[in-house]
């Protein structure tokens, strides 16, 4: 038993769970509805708000105009997958993996692209040695390990006078850190995670020498439609101006684009790093004031300011199933156990859409659980 609560004791819920999904405060569907929905994409009214969409993820993200930004289908993953399908081939590959995402950047590139690629691994909570890579290939990484909860710390570890493309699945990352677009060629993220919008869409953000590389190189495997960024040998730029390669979900456009405004209206970038910092501070306090939860990070440089993932004492994935359970059945948090492939854990969402206090809220619930199981 903890000091913190007698056993059987609910505490107050907090407002929000602690899942990925978190919804930015103040969110309501009936704040949705725009003449957009039920409307064709490619119709005036479609492609404007598309392109209002891509407008407000540039200025929130602070994107320079050296950037173009594409919606496209299939998630961060499809957006991952089209610019490694699009891109890789024109000289030697080195991918990073410490975590289960960036296991699957190496499995498409070793078993599915078969361009044998330098292969740079870390165990779960660890950042690989980034001295190791080489920057005369092309680099694939994750900019912070959703599953793991360990992030690059900065980016002056990629070469500036790199001749390979830096390509980085930001998809935890964006909205909540700083990105060094200057050190960027490919970036790739999806709606649901940091802005806390709906899936199936992602969004690719490509800089001039990945450009340079889409109108230079031609793959040696065949691209399906979803994938192809060129015609004739040239970018295709309507995909950049809110004319998408697909259908998308204009109620999904919709969601993207109220917690956009929601982001931009509290303080844009530095209020979203703010309160996702805010946040991340806040479960620390948690776990520090208990002496069987832990960081799998145990590297504060390292260790997400977004999905923190924690070690239980003793926890083996029976228990954490279990316990997070418990929390799911009194509505207190949802998924909140650890990832299906990471050590035995807790994985807490800390971005900006959710609110400190929720987080503070969370102590007493973990405490009851803890409890209960003990």
């Known amino acids: ?12 819920r907090p407002y929000f769970s602690s899942g990925p999904c978190a919804k930015p405060p103040g969110w309501a569907p009936e704040k949705l509805a725009t003449q957009s929905l039920g409307r064709s994409h490619r119709g005036r009214i479609g492609k404007a708000r598309l392109k209002h969409c891509i407008e407000l993820m540039r200025g ?22 089209m610019a490694m399908w699009s891109l890789l081939g024109a000289r030697g590959v080195t991918t990073l ?5 960036g296991e699957g950047w190496v499995t498409d590139a070793v078993k599915q692209l078969r361009i044998d690629p330098a292969v740079i691994r870390a165990d779960y909570g660890q950042l690989p040695d980034l001295t190791q890579v080489d920057w005369a290939t092309d680099v694939i990484f994750t900019w912070n390990g959703t599953t793991s909860g360990v992030r690059v710390p900065d980016g002056e570890w990629i070469a500036p006078d790199r001749e390979g493309l830096a390509i980085a699945d930001a998809t935890s990352a964006v909205f909540a850190q700083d990105i060094p677009w200057d050190k960027i060629d490919v970036l790739t993220f999806s709606w649901q995670k940091v802005l806390g919008g709906e899936g199936a869409h992602g969004v690719l953000i490509l800089g001039p020498r990945a450009v340079e590389r889409l109108e230079s190189h031609t793959p040696a495997w065949p691209l399906p439609k979803v994938f192809r ?3 004739k040998g040239a970018l295709s730029e309507g995909i950049f101006n809110g004319e998408t390669i697909n259908t998308p979900s204009m109620l999904a456009v919709e969601d993207a684009i109220f917690a956009l405004e929601w982001a931009k209206g509290i303080g844009g970038l ?45 926890a083996d994935a029976g228990f954490i199933k279990h316990f997070a359970a418990l929390l799911e059945a009194e509505d207190a948090a949802y998924d909140i156990a650890g990832y299906r492939d990471a050590p035995p854990g807790l994985r ?27």
Do not use: Y
Request: glycine share 8%; charged share 20%; hydrophobic share 45%.
């Open 1 to 12: 038993m903890t000091e913190h609560t007698r056993p059987g004791t609910k505490p107050a």
């Open 60 to 81: 929130v993200l602070e994107v320079p105009d050296t950037h173009r930004i594409g919606i496209v289908p299939g998630s961060d993953t499809g957006a991952v997958e």
């Open 97 to 101: 993996a410490w975590e289960s995402f």
């Open 229 to 231: 960024l060129t015609s």
């Open 270 to 314: 530095a209020a979203m790093k703010a309160r996702a910092d805010a946040n991340a501070a806040a479960l620390d306090r948690l776990v520090q004031d208990r002496d069987w939860l832990g960081h799998l990070a145990t590297d504060p440089a390292s260790r997400s300011n977004t999905s923190v993932c924690l070690t239980v004492a003793g």
């Open 348 to 374: 807490i969402w800390c971005g900006a859409t959710v609110d400190t206090a929720d987080i503070e809220a969370l102590g007493p619930w973990l405490d009851w659980a803890w409890d209960a199981l003990n």
